[in-house]
């Protein structure tokens, strides 16, 4: 097995897991108290890990095409990027 594509394989579960454990704080503290932020800091970081497992699942059911692997993660890590700027910057509770 190639080295190079394992460690992608285990960094992007590794980001999947780690953003995951985040979304389930983000919402626990959502719960307790009810804020905006929380939730919106929950589904930007739920977005921008998912994309990661997404860009991964393209990648290994599309015969290895890195390029639309690429772009599907890249647009969903931007798009949860830019909701967690928004749960920072913009909304008030």
Do not use: H, P
Not at 23 to 37: C, E, H, L, Q, W
Not at 64 to 69: E, G, L
Request: aromatic residues 8%.
């Amino acid at each position: 097995m190639d080295l190079t594509l394992d460690l992608l394989r285990v960094s992007q579960a590794l980001v999947l897991v780690f953003g995951l454990v985040i979304v389930y704080y983000a919402g626990k503290s959502y719960r307790r108290t009810k804020s905006r932020s929380m939730l919106m800091l929950a589904l930007g970081f739920a977005l921008a890990s998912i994309g990661s497992a997404v860009g991964g699942l393209v990648f290994e059911l599309m015969g290895n095409d890195v390029q639309t692997a690429g772009a599907l993660q890249a647009v969903a890590q931007a798009v949860g990027f830019l909701v967690i700027l928004l749960s920072l910057a913009v909304v008030k509770d």
